[in-house]
């Protein structure tokens, strides 16, 4: 059973930071980009950052650039996204998303359940 299981959320001032986990088991991780995905009630889910799984090619939204880094720990199979410099329209539900073809920012197919990071001002 494929399962992917987020971590490290939680309540956190602005300017502070978080780094949220990501656990996965049950595929051959090392197949899979691995992405970071937010959601805010009433919004559009959005892409945050993702890393690739050949050559580990990372992709960021601009909202986040130069604020959140992804890695990803191949033997572990875990990846994790930084969070520094937080803001409060960074508060949302963060998911992480696994998917075998890249990083395909609409189109993940495994999903995990999320975990809350709220921001406060």
């Known amino acids: 059973e494929v399962q992917l299981v987020e971590s490290g959320g939680g309540l956190v001032q602005a300017g502070g930071s978080l780094r949220l986990s990501c656990a996965a088991s049950g595929f051959t991780f090392d197949d899979y980009a691995i992405g970071w995905f937010r959601q805010v009630p009433g919004k559009e889910r959005e892409a945050v950052s993702c890393v690739s799984s050949s050559d580990g090619r990372t992709y960021y939204a601009d909202s986040v650039k130069g604020r959140f880094t992804i890695s990803r720990d191949n033997a572990k199979k875990t990846v994790h996204l930084q969070m520094n410099s937080l803001k409060p329209e960074d508060t949302a539900v963060y998911y992480c998303?696994?998917?075998?073809?890249?990083?395909?920012?609409?189109?993940?197919?495994?999903w995990g359940k999320g975990t809350l990071v709220t921001v406060s001002s």
């Open positions: 998303a696994a998917e075998i073809l890249g990083c395909l920012l609409h189109g993940m197919e495994h």
